[in-house]
């Protein structure tokens, strides 16, 4: 009985909390009557990643910090954007940068403290926008105690005795040193071994990733509760949705079998270790029972924490063909996750990009997301190159366009809004264990060059900190205009462009759908038209042709393409709302014979009045 009672004043002391804290949303973000739930916050919204050792540095030791990130709040305002993601502020040895988890409920000194974290989530939530972590589920730092504990010995008394996967030498192995009878033979997406000998336990534990990155055991049911209480713990503390990190990872084939080798694997003379892509990877990753898992997080937990307004949000991370990935949208009796992040523009190289190759992804992409389902899109984060190195600077602008404009969700990795560039880092100066482990190639490996300072202003490192030396390099580019500061004062540059495609997201329906037609498509062009509900056709539809090739100019015909693919429009005349170099903006053009420069993309709103009334 005074168990029962405990609880129910508990439930109400929360409730009243959450009645308190319920923040008001600006207007800004609320769109009424919208088909396809426009209206949800996580839609509607641009999903901002910040690399939080990079974003703003508070205190000038050359790292950034929480602090940091809340004196730039503001700046979210000015460009549009309603969520931030931050990659993981816990406390951490950062062997992998905060993959490596030392608790998952506190955050690290470098970064800052829970109040800290408190005052970001308030700051932000006050000017109306969103905060999204990262939530690491798979494995713990070696430092964490529960693998501290887990390490002393193999006795039941031991409560984190099965917390992490440890594992007897494999049966039958006949070398009489037992470090070399490993219990399979899966191999890292870091490449090198999984497994690794533990002289205590006399036993081998598993880690997908770095030896320092233990593997937590999800076939043990006080793991499962755990990882529920950290995110109960983020969600009392307003946190507004999750990104789920390397989803695939989290539990192994319960008959420990070897995958098989990789009948396509070619062998490179570079590489030291053993490489992932030599097996296929059947046994050790992507086991059915993972989405099991995933959606109990959001039914047992997230869900109690989701009243409106305040839904919590959820995102996962794994990389696999669209058709695969779709599966983390869950059902609708049984919802997993809110979307799967789609990285389809990741591996595509300035070699191989062209219109038809960016039509045959996005393409794919849509055809597999379920009916009613939300499509998003990525073009950059902190594990791949930047996009103007991948694709050529000369694309860079046309990657927002893309990003912004396709139906769906944007996600913007830090710095893509100003067309930063990756720098170089020598050995000497690499940071991350990719590169650092990998000696003979590490510019290969090495995820350095995409996670350098936020670039403000002209200032000493970018304004991005007073330090003598940042973590990173700066790149130099900054005193030459690729900052924030100097480039709102420039409407040419890639931030003013940003800045127009998220205002025209927001203010226009036509964006508002999950629904595009495609116009020309050739290895020059790729070409689409937004078009809005048609309970409001009277809103001006808009045609996104973008030139992907390598020509200086191409000149097609939209109307007939358009027609093509059965989409009549009522005229041929069109105003370019938008141009990627921000120079044709209000010109009308004939879209029978549209011209594109290298690289240039065109926003189009089609019929004489469709230009918005406000200034962009
Ligand atoms: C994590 O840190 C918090 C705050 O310092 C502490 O109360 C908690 O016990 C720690 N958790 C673990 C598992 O060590
Ligand atoms: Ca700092
Ligand atoms: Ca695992």
Known sequence: MATALHWLLLGSLSLMVSLERSVFWRGAFLIEGREFGWREWWKNTIIYQIYPRSFMDSDGDGIGDLKGITSRLEYFLDIGVGAIWLSPIYRSPFVDFGYDISNFTDIDPIFGTLDDFDELVDHAHDLGIRVILDFVPGYTSDQHPWFVESMKNRDY??????????????????????????????????????????????????????????????????????????????????????????????????????????????????????????????????????????????????????????????????????????????????????????????????????????????????????????????????????????????????????????????????????????????????????????????????????????????????????????????????????????????????LSLYKALARIRMQRPAFHTNAMDYGIVTDDIFSFIRRPNPDESEQPSYLVAIHLGKKSIVIGDYVNALLANGVTIDSSEGVVEISSRMDRNGETVNLEALELRLGEALVVGIGKDSLLKTEL
Not at 253 to 275: C, G, I, K
Not at 366 to 385: A, L, S
Not at 440 to 452: F, G, H, L, V
């Open 157 to 494: 008394r031991n409560p984190y005795r099965d917390y992490f996967v440890w594992k007897d030498p494999k049966p039958g192995c006949v070398s009489s040193d037992p470090r070399e009878c490993i219990p399979t033979n899966w191999i890292s997406p870091f490449d090198g071994p999984t497994w690794t000998w533990d002289e205590t336990r006399q036993q081998f534990y598993y880690h997908t990733f770095t030896k320092e990155q233990p593997d937590l055991n999800y076939l043990d049911p006080s793991v499962r509760e755990e990882m529920k209480n950290v995110i109960e713990f983020w969600m009392k503390r307003w946190v507004d949705g999750l990104r789920v990190d390397a989803i695939a990872f989290i539990i192994e084939d319960h008959y420990m079998r070897d995958d098989p080798p990789n009948p396509n694997f070619q062998p490179s003379e570079l590489a030291t270790r053993v490489v992932h892509h030599s097996t296929l990877n059947i046994y050790s990753h992507n086991h059915p029972d993972h989405h099991e898992i995933v959606k109990s997080w959001r039914r047992e937990v997230m869900e109690k924490y989701s009243a409106e307004p305040n839904y919590r949000f959820m995102m996962t991370e794994a990389y696999n063909k669209p058709a695969i990935l779709v599966d983390y949208y869950g059902t609708d009796d049984d919802p997993e996750a809110d979307f799967p992040l789609n990285f389809q523009f990741m591996d595509l190289h300035a070699k191989d990009l062209s219109g038809t190759a960016i039509f045959n992804l996005v393409d794919e992409w849509m055809h597999n997301v379920p009916d009613g389902k939300w499509p998003n899109w990525v073009v950059g984060n902190h594990d791949n190159y930047r996009i103007g190195y991948r694709w050529g600077m000369e694309y860079a602008r046309a990657a927002n366009v893309l990003c912004l404009l396709l139906p769906g969700t944007p996600t913007t990795y830090y710095g893509e809004e100003l067309g930063m560039d990756h720098i170089k880092v020598t050995f000497e100066e690499t940071q991350d264990p990719w590169g650092k482990n990998n000696p003979c190639c590490w510019e290969k490996y090495s995820r350095d060059p995409e996670r350098s300072p936020m670039q403000w202003n002209m200032e000493k490192n970018a304004g991005f900190s007073t330090a003598e030396k940042t973590w990173l390099p700066v790149h130099d580019n900054y005193k030459m205009g690729v900052n924030v500061e100097s480039e709102q004062k420039d409407p040419t540059s890639v």
